[in-house]
């Protein structure tokens, strides 16, 4: 599975104490939390259209924050700190 090689190759180049920082796009972000998030950019009306089918797209390939803790168990770091920020995802993961 690549993104457990990708993650164990993070966990081997950082340096003991360590933190490797992935933002992703949260999978249980809601339709009205992407509409919210496409307003704030302040972009016309077809711009923003395009924006939310986007965000949607990444949103169904993304993972939940259980499932990006799930997938983090699987690798050299085996924990994680994960919370959602907007429709996104803020993962911290230290290596000891």
């Known amino acids: 599975m690549w993104p457990v090689k990708a993650l164990d190759e993070m966990y081997r180049v950082l340096r003991p104490g360590g933190t490797a920082v992935v933002q992703d796009t949260n999978r249980d972000a809601t339709d009205g939390e992407i509409a919210r998030e496409v307003e704030s950019m302040k972009i016309g009306k077809l711009a923003g259209l395009g924006v939310r089918q986007a965000l949607g797209g990444l949103r169904?390939?993304?993972?939940?924050?259980?499932?990006?803790?799930?997938?983090?168990?699987?690798?050299?770091?085996?924990?994680?700190?994960?919370?959602?920020?907007?429709?996104?995802?803020?993962?911290?993961?230290?290596?000891?």
Request: glycine share 8%; aromatic share 8%; net charge positive.
């Open 60 to 96: 169904r390939r993304a993972y939940t924050p259980v499932d990006f803790s799930g997938l983090v168990a699987e690798t050299a770091f085996r924990t994680c700190e994960v919370t959602t920020v907007g429709i996104g995802l803020d993962v911290r993961l230290t290596r000891p």
